[in-house]
């Protein structure tokens, strides 16, 4: 029997829900491969299944990708704190009598003061000039030379930490999805067996009693409803092949298998857990660790950080300014220069009409917003989990009733086969009586099959923090 578990052992700490986030970014491609050689060699499990999809599917896969992109978001935010060289080759291409933008060129003969007397006038001439900048914010937007964790670089952390709890969440949807088209597809195939014992049974009810019509134990009536219970049979049985058709072709597309309508699967469906959680169990465990409530954190971290960024913008800047040009003829003659700049820029900022201190409140109520949403998540967890175990305990009531009734009837069945092996049974009776077990055992598959569904279901609503299916 699939025992329930319950992870008490999740940390939820930032650290912890990265790592736990980053072993679903790499699927094992091997893994994905040997799922393949299942479908191929033998009917797929639940297990098979959820084992391919999660190596399959495009949401997952995109999850993946975003928080790839987060990580290298939080390298760039990191890098424009850090000090940034910039260098710039320029050639110049000039003629006539060099100004002093060309100083380093000769310009003929000047007096002491400076003054050209004879100016020296040149054809086509040109200059090079290499220059190399440099500049390293000391004090900007609330970081300190590069070295603390500035608010540009927290704001890209927790949107990265957001990011990896959607993970999680994906995973957690792909498993439901893939459990309830397996649950549906399966039952529905299981149950077709019971109605062809239905059609069938029918049919011979049909014919025993038009047997008896023409010996006049029968009214036309009774001939004409026998028909029809025919000809309904007839098609339940028709409908009930069309769930496990649609359900084939979904799995098939979902698993990233060729789409076919007989898609080979195990007639065998998982087990109930056992015993089920408790709602205590279940409370506990979403409210401590549930990825939604892990996500909205990181987002009230995110949008803290925003609010800090904007307001750091309200503070003067400090930048360390340095240039190095050397310019050069190459004329033969020893006619360069080199100059050397540094400076420290102060960059405070005055009026603006009160856009940037308009940004900083802005932000600070999406902060305080995300906050209040927080609490309003947690809700939806709660009301989730517990209209999902609502809807169990109804079909588990209903699953012990039927299995009462269907204990009953299966040995009356057994009575009134016994009865016709000794010759005293009626046919009629006793095919009413397998066509009523029949019945029964069709709506238990049927509401047991609900059952499992409501389980993956309240699985998902939990947030992988209590496990049916791992």
Same mark, same amino acid.
């Given at each position: 029997? /699939? ?13 912890? *829900? ?18 393949? %050689? ?10 098979? $299944?959820?084992?391919? *999809? ?54 003929? &003969? ?22 190399? +900048? ?35 969440? &994906? ?9 309830? %088209?397996?649950? /549906? ?48 049979? +007839? ?10 058709? *649609? ?24 087990? *109930?857990?056992?015993?089920?959680? /408790?709602? %205590?169990?279940?409370?506990?465990? $979403?409210?401590?660790? +549930? ?99 609502? /809807? ?55 509401? %047991? ?22």
């Amino acid at each position: 029997m /699939t025992k329930s578990v319950l992870r008490s052992d999740r940390s939820s700490n930032n650290g912890a *829900a990265l790592l736990a986030a980053l072993l679903f970014l790499l699927p094992s491609l091997s893994q994905a491969g040997d799922g393949f %050689e299942t479908a191929r060699h033998h009917p797929l499990t639940l297990h098979d $299944c959820i084992a391919i *999809a999660l190596g399959e599917s495009p949401a997952l896969e995109a999850s993946r990708f975003d928080v790839f992109s987060a990580v290298e978001e939080v390298r760039a935010a990191q890098g424009m704190l850090l000090p940034q060289i910039t260098g710039s080759a320029q050639y110049e291409l000039f003629s006539g009598s060099p100004t002093s933008k060309f100083g380093v060129l000769n310009l003929g &003969t000047v007096t002491p003061s400076g003054t050209v007397v004879t100016a020296n006038s040149v054809g086509w001439s040109g200059v090079e000039l290499y220059s190399a +900048h440099l500049k390293y914010p000391l004090f900007a937007n609330g970081s300190i030379l590069g070295l603390n964790n500035a608010p540009a670089v927290a704001e890209k952390k927790a949107k990265k930490q957001a990011l990896a709890w959607t993970v999680s969440l &994906t995973r957690e949807e792909v498993i439901y999805r893939v459990t309830d %088209e397996f649950v /549906t597809t399966v039952s529905a195939r299981n149950r077709m067996g019971l109605a062809e014992r239905r059609v069938k049974l029918l049919d011979q009810s049909l014919s025993v009693m038009q047997e008896q019509q023409k010996q006049g134990l029968k009214l036309p009536i009774d001939v004409k409803v026998a028909q029809e219970q025919f000809s309904s049979a +007839h098609t339940l049985l028709t409908l009930l092949r069309q769930p496990a058709v *649609a359900g084939s072709l979904g799995l098939s597309k979902t698993l990233g298998l060729p789409s076919t309508p007989n898609l080979a699967l195990s007639n065998v469906l998982p087990d *109930a857990p056992d015993p089920p959680p /408790t709602t %205590e169990q279940l409370i506990g465990a $979403c409210l401590n660790h +549930h990825p939604s409530l892990e996500k909205q954190r990181a987002v009230i971290n995110q949008a803290k950080q925003d609010y800090r960024l904007e307001r750091f913008r309200l503070y003067p800047s400090v930048y360390l300014d340095g240039s190095a040009s050397y310019i050069d003829d190459f004329s033969g003659v020893s006619n360069s220069d080199s100059v050397f700049i540094g400076a420290i820029a102060v960059s405070i900022p005055i009026f603006d009409f009160g856009a940037q201190l308009a940004t900083t409140r802005s932000k600070l109520m999406k902060y305080k917003a995300e906050q209040a949403r927080l609490f309003s998540t947690a809700d939806e967890v709660n009301y989730e989990v517990l209209k999902i175990y609502q /809807t169990i305990y109804v079909l588990t009531q209903n699953i012990l009733d039927l299995q009462g009734e269907v204990a009953k009837v299966r040995r009356d069945v057994q009575v009134m086969q016994a009865q016709q092996q000794q010759g005293i049974g009626e046919p009629l009776i006793a095919i009413e009586k397998e066509l009523h077990l029949i019945a029964k055992q069709d709506e238990l598959e049927g509401i %047991e099959a609900r059952r499992l569904t409501n389980y993956a279901r309240l699985q998902k609503a939990a947030g992988g923090a209590w496990k049916w299916i791992p």
